[in-house]
């Protein structure tokens, strides 16, 4: 229905993207691009369950049919006022029929209908969404409302950042939301998904049988709402729940026996037992700015920002230049103009749709002296994606040359491409794209990422930006567009305010691609510099600010 997880050590641990986990679960919510599969799996369903009816309806006429047939048989027999007369035949009929025809009838009634479909169903559940998936939306859905500062009731009712949609929640999605956060111990969240659940069952308009059937009930909600009420500890709002609760639904033993229960609890309750911690937000918001909407105000430096065509980074530019809006001078970081055509963006999504598998990240550990990769599958990163080499097709091969024209630097020494497409409430936390920290970047020849390109390859209708913190940058998706800044300075070290967030998507789907260049094999295109004022003397972007 809806359209619709650090401090600077801890955030450089980090986003490093190497390698695809061999993840057998669809993770359904990390990506829009199974979403037809789904609503395929679902027609199949439908038709399978509409099979089914029509095998109940068959089987129910041909009961009814039975019934009639008995009935006349017994009025016949009943007619008969004297047993004394029935013939042999007759009453070796009733002991047969009483014997050997109900005993049929009741093999008829045991008998699943059309157990094949039963069992085709079974093997449906294999691919349909899990326990996981469930959580993975809920999450998403949880992160994008505390990104955006959204409230639970205009989320419900479709009223998201401002934009006003078709898609509303259901009372059982807004119970499934709270149920959600009351496992993390969020109470203040998750009271107001129980209130919003509430609004939402009142909406006026007839309840449908399926509505009733499938739920929750309005009592139910009443009686999580005391649950929660209580924890917060609000015991007068928690009875002032449960007594709602009850007006509801007046016999039912297990609300009746919990507000008598709490009643009793509220005499030896004190006022001062400490309220259970919910999860400190903080962190929350270093991981998902809540700038993210690009309207924050705050202290930034517009001095020498400018737009220019780019045609000094390769003799190609001199016909052909490229339109190039630098965003910051320190760090250095450009929007990068058209550096995708149409063709080559329906391309690369087309190329990687089913290869992509949920995003893995690595994190750099020591283990018997050596260091080594670890790689998971983290809540931090919820998106599916899949690595290309630069000759994976036609677009790669024009992405790169391309990239290299624009940037001056040496694309041989990259990362392949990594084709990245985020779901539902999509985010990457902000993190660093570097993997050694700078005591350690030039030991032992390790390679690190010295710069990092975003290629748009969509419009988001809206959020999915690309926002830097320590800049206060917030850059949305525009197709076409290409992202690029600097990971490194001049001397080799990590620029701080780079690190970057990958906001939360609202609606939409976010296509990217990511290139990653390494800093090995850039010695004289982009080399250490004892002042940034040298760099007019590059070869590489920097010099257009010169």
């Known amino acids: 229905m809806p359209i619709f997880k650090l401090l600077f050590g801890v955030i450089s641990c980090v986003s490093l993207s190497m390698g695809q986990v061999e993840d057998k679960q669809p993770r359904f919510a990390r990506s829009v691009v199974n979403m037809d599969d789904l609503l395929n799996m679902e027609d199949d369903l439908l038709s399978n369950l509409e099979g089914f009816t029509e095998k109940l309806s068959q089987k129910a006429k041909t009961i009814r049919w039975g019934i009639q047939q008995m009935k006349e048989q017994l009025e016949k027999n009943k007619m008969e006022k004297s047993f004394e007369s029935w013939d042999l035949l007759r009453s070796y009929s009733i002991i047969r029929h009483m014997q050997a025809d109900w005993l049929m009838w009741k093999q008829y009634l045991e008998t699943p209908v059309i157990l094949d479909r039963l069992n085709y169903n079974e093997s449906e559940k294999l691919k349909m969404p899990k326990d996981l998936d469930l959580l993975d939306a809920a999450e998403a859905i949880r992160r994008m409302q505390a990104t955006y500062r959204m409230l639970s009731n205009d989320i419900a009712n479709g009223f998201l950042h401002g934009v006003q949609y078709d898609s509303t929640l259901a009372p059982n999605d807004c119970l499934a939301m709270a149920q959600h956060l009351m496992n993390q111990s969020r109470w203040t969240i998750a009271e107001q998904w129980i209130l919003a659940g509430i609004e939402v069952q009142d909406r006026k308009g007839p309840r449908t049988e399926m509505m009733l059937l499938r739920g929750p009930s309005k009592s139910e909600l009443y009686r999580t709402l005391g649950k929660v009420r209580i924890e917060r500890r609000n015991a007068g709002g928690a009875l002032q729940a449960y007594r709602a609760a009850l ?211 969509n419009d988001v209708p809206q959020g999915g930006a690309t926002h830097f913190p320590g800049l206060n940058i917030t850059v949305f998706p525009k197709f076409g567009t290409a992202l690029f800044w600097y990971n490194l300075d001049t001397k080799g070290l990590l620029r701080v305010r780079t690190m970057h967030t990958g906001c939360p998507v609202i609606v939409g789907s976010k296509w990217v691609v990511s290139k990653w260049i390494d800093d090995k094999g850039q010695e004289f295109r982009r080399p250490c510099l004892r002042s940034r004022l040298d760099s007019k003397y590059l070869p590489s972007i920097e010099k257009i600010i010169i």
């Open 247 to 457: 007006k509801q639904s007046p016999h039912d033993p297990e609300i009746f026996q919990e507000y008598q229960n709490l009643k009793r609890r509220l005499l030896t309750l004190s006022s001062s037992e400490p309220i259970r911690e919910e999860p400190v937000d903080d962190i929350d918001e270093m991981e998902l700015p809540p700038c993210c909407s690009g309207c924050c105000e705050g202290p930034r430096k517009l001095k020498r920002l400018y737009c220019v065509y780019n045609g000094v980074t390769a003799p190609f530019l001199r016909l052909a230049p490229i339109k190039t809006e630098i965003l910051s001078i320190d760090p250095f970081i450009v929007l990068l103009h058209e550096m995708v055509s149409v063709e080559e963006g329906a391309l690369l999504r087309t190329f990687s749709k089913n290869m992509i598998s949920p995003s893995e990240t690595a994190e750099l550990s020591a283990s018997e002296g050596k260091s080594i990769f670890e790689f998971e599958v983290g809540s931090f990163r919820t998106s599916k994606s899949v690595w290309l080499d630069n000759d994976a097709n036609e677009a790669t091969l024009k992405l790169t040359q391309r990239l290299g024209d624009a940037t001056g630097l040496d694309i041989k020494h990259s990362e392949p491409f990594q084709v990245i497409n985020y779901g539902i409430g999509g985010i990457f936390e902000s993190h660093f794209d570097t993997s050694l920290q700078d005591e350690n970047r030039f030991l032992n020849g390790y390679i690190d990422r010295l710069a990092t390109t975003l290629f748009y390859l």
